[in-house]
């Protein structure tokens, strides 16, 4: 019977303790005493004149170093924006060195480029005057003392011809040489030299 006793006060004091204890965490969580006490408007009267104004603050905060940030205090936050203290950095301009980034070097000077006119070509030239359409084929030495004759081709017709004479309309033999011939075409003036081709 003594040991029931013993285990039930030995409960009941562990039930106490804890709640003691979970009052102790509520306390603390709730920040502390429900005991508010609520200033009167004479005491607030007196803290607001004993309490340094806006402008009193400004004159006893020291400056910041430079280099330093500003320190950013809790009675200092302001939600409104200080367009006095934002109208310096919107007229500061960025001036670059001129120094590319992505480069190890420097680019080379720009060097003035030289624009000359366009050369007026004129007319393009004339086109080449047609080849002689001929072929030199042979040749013969009278033994009479006439003059040498030669054969000459074009396409399937062939022609025997002297100097000076014209051979198809078109073509005057102009010297006949020993293994050539000096031909002009009458209607273009152009002259060609035709050797006798082999085979």
Do not use: C, W
């Not at 306390?27 to 006490?37: D, I």
């Not at 104004?53 to 430079?66: E, F, I, L, Y």
């Not at 042979?138 to 033994?143: A, E, L, N, S, T």
């Amino acid at each position: 019977m003594k040991l029931g006793t013993e285990n039930k006060k030995k409960t009941v004091l562990a039930v106490a303790l804890i709640a003691v204890a979970i009052f102790l965490v509520v306390r603390t969580l709730t920040g502390g005493g429900g005991e508010t006490t609520t200033p009167s408007p004479s005491s607030k009267a007196q803290a607001a004149a004993n309490a340094p104004g806006p402008a009193a603050a400004a004159k006893h905060k020291p400056a910041p170093a430079p280099g330093k940030p500003h320190p950013v205090l809790a009675q200092t936050l302001d939600p409104t924006l200080r367009f006095d203290l934002l109208k310096p950095s919107e007229d500061t301009t960025y001036k670059g060195s001129g120094r590319d980034i992505f480069r190890s070097q420097a680019p080379p000077p720009e060097i003035d480029k030289v624009v000359t006119p366009p050369v007026n070509p004129g007319p393009p030239p004339p086109p080449p005057p047609p080849p002689i359409n001929l072929k030199l084929y042979g040749y013969v030495q009278p033994k009479d003392g006439q003059a040498k004759r030669i054969f000459l081709s074009s396409g399937d017709d062939i022609f025997v011809a002297k100097e000076g004479d014209i051979v198809n309309r078109r073509y005057r033999i102009l010297k006949i040489n020993n293994n050539s011939v000096d031909v002009e075409d009458v209607l273009t003036n152009n002259k060609q030299t035709l050797y006798l081709s082999q085979g």
